[in-house]
């Protein structure tokens, strides 16, 4: 029953981070449950989730340890800062892939990956499918984003 309520906590969360509505909802939600130090964490990965991620230096910005912020980050998102930065870069490179004429070796560079091969793994982690599958079956279905 556990593992149910973690599924639904983290779908919810999905549907809240990638609806623009929803984000101001739970920016709010994060104010609320978590005070400032979580939301600015939030705030700062989403506006800076291409560049590396050191978890020291976001705890210090947040003014919060780096336990007290893993703790109280991972309660609310049912992810960690990494995990939250990776899932904001692939549905951006997601994103990117579907609106244009990008290839998925270019859109992983564009949103922070180092290496093409970890970022096809990702994907295909996150989204069932590499990434030129995954945005083909995608346009079938008249998908935008």
Not at 53 to 77: C, D, P, Q, W, Y
Not at 117 to 124: D, G, I, L
Not at 131 to 140: N, S
Request: cysteine-free; charged content about 20%; overall charge positive.
């Amino acid at each position: 029953m556990q593992a149910l309520g973690a599924l639904v906590k983290q779908e919810i969360f999905y549907r809240l981070i990638t609806d623009p509505k929803g984000d101001v909802f739970y920016h709010h939600l994060l104010s609320y449950y978590q005070g400032k130090g979580v939301s600015e964490a939030v705030q700062w990965i989403k506006a800076n989730f291409s560049r590396p991620l050191r978890i020291e230096a976001l705890a210090s910005l947040v003014g919060m340890s780096v336990s007290n912020l893993h703790h109280r980050f991972k309660a609310l998102t049912v992810m960690s800062p990494l995990q939250y930065q990776k899932q904001i870069r692939l549905l951006e490179a997601r994103r990117l892939l579907l609106a244009g004429n990008m290839d998925a070796a270019t859109a992983a560079f564009q949103v922070g990956y180092e290496s093409p091969s970890q970022f096809n793994r990702e994907y295909r982690r996150s989204f069932g499918a590499p990434p030129l599958q995954d945005i083909g079956q995608l346009k079938q279905q008249g998908v935008s984003l």
